[in-house]
């Protein structure tokens, strides 16, 4: 199984710029999760989605845009990239709420100049 | 609004020595996490504790909740090399997430 699959690995954008960060996990897991973590810090929570069609805001939820069309895919959008958006995005998904910890992508190492 | 603390958040030790991680959050929760992310990596889920008293052992590491304190402790017993990493808590919100620490970055010295 390959888990959870997060593409690109690393990217540089302009400011103003826009891109999808991809997720796909194939462990049928419900609940997907994309957070952010700044260098030296925890991670926050952008988006998170509890089944298709079903996705609500995290805590820094601002400059981002999500969709959960299957179970598989969690993509994330950035629109208009600003240098605050610079940081490492992590997909994780789980198989449900509370009991279980969670399976993290390997990352997306963003760069916005 | 949840508030999670680890300290310390950087910690040197020499190999064989013993050490705690402390986690302690601000508001009532039932369910505690443990991470570990080496350099570059993801994180690797290491223990999810889900009750008061909780206790979960993995070789050299074990971890303990008490909610009552909103209080875990990641203990690291005869510490060697390859526990060098980041180990993040990690606090259910009963909100559909998690809450993490900072992190304590701990490098384990010959």
């Known amino acids: 199984n390959a888990g959870v699959t997060q593409t690109p690995k690393f990217r540089i954008l302009k400011i103003g710029q826009s891109m999808t960060l991809q997720c796909t996990q194939d462990m049928n897991h419900n609940y997907m999760y994309w957070y952010r973590q700044d260098p030296g810090m925890g991670l926050k929570l952008i988006y998170y989605s509890v089944g298709a069609g079903i996705t609500d805001k995290g805590e820094v939820p601002n400059g981002y845009n999500v969709s959960r069309s299957t179970t598989e895919d969690f993509p994330l959008r950035l629109e208009l990239a600003a240098p605050s958006q610079t940081s490492v995005y992590f997909c994780a998904s789980s198989y449900g709420w509370g009991s279980y910890g969670y399976t993290f992508g390997s990352g997306t190492r963003l760069t916005v100049v | 609004e949840l508030k999670v603390e680890q300290n310390p958040l950087f910690l040197s030790m020499q190999e064989g020595k013993n050490y705690t991680i402390y986690c302690n959050y601000s508001t009532t929760s039932d369910r505690l996490y443990w991470y570990r992310q080496d350099p570059g990596k993801s994180l690797e889920s290491l223990f999810v504790?889900?009750?008061?008293?909780a206790v979960k052992q993995e070789g050299r590491l074990m971890a303990s909740l008490d909610t009552k304190a909103r209080l875990s402790t990641l203990h690291i017993t005869a510490a060697v090399h390859d526990l060098s990493a980041t180990y993040f808590c990690?606090?259910?919100?009963?909100?559909?997430?998690?809450?993490f620490g900072a992190g304590t970055r701990l490098t384990v010295k010959p």
């Open positions: 504790l889900l009750s008061n008293g």
């Open positions: 990690a606090v259910d919100t009963n909100n559909n997430d998690m809450r």
